[in-house]
């Protein structure tokens, strides 16, 4: 899959400057989905192109003019049939960590804990920043009431994807800790 579809997701939401979106894939579509800027802005300019977004410029007085996009017909229709059709393959974890952890044995036990560390520190600053965006979807309704009420359910399906997703690296975590704390105990 391209950025493509996740910029059209993305702008199911509704019109949205880069700027905007940038922040967007900040906060919830980076779980899956990373991008910078610089390859977002690049990806809006290829879909105004292809005619699968709009953009509009917007002048400000005190700023530079910015440029908001919308979905046009053409772009809601590619994402709906991406959105229908099945994933080419499975998801694979392609993480930095693990090569590291698995190359750890000739290395101070010491790095390998730190490394883990300084990982469930950042899983759990992930898991507030949702828990925060999870506490603004609801707006004060149980989840039911939101699946009841809400225009658009995906958000908070991919949300509680990424919960799910740092749950699981916090408990790999402390597990791995808890067994080099064993491994360094029997020598």
Known sequence: MSLKYAVLAALLEGEASGYELSKVF????????????QQLYRELERL???GLIE????????RPNKRM???TEAGRADLRAFA????????????????KIQASDGVDP??????IEERRSWARGKLARYERVRERLLAGRTEEEYLVEADRIGPYLTLMAGIAFEEE????C??????????????
């Open 169 to 172: 690296n916090v408990r790999w």
């Open 48 to 50: 105004a192109q292809d």
């Open 174 to 187: 402390e597990r791995a800790l808890l067994l080099l704390k064993r491994r360094a105990a029997v020598g």
């Open 26 to 37: 900040d906060v919830s579509l980076a779980n899956f989905w990373p991008a910078t800027p």
């Open 55 to 62: 953009a509009r410029v917007v002048r400000q007085e005190r």
């Open 84 to 99: 229908a059709a099945p994933p080419r393959r499975p998801t694979a974890i392609r993480d930095e960590l693990l090569i």
């Open 110 to 115: 010491a790095v390998s804990r730190e490394l």
């Open 69 to 71: 996009f919308t979905l």
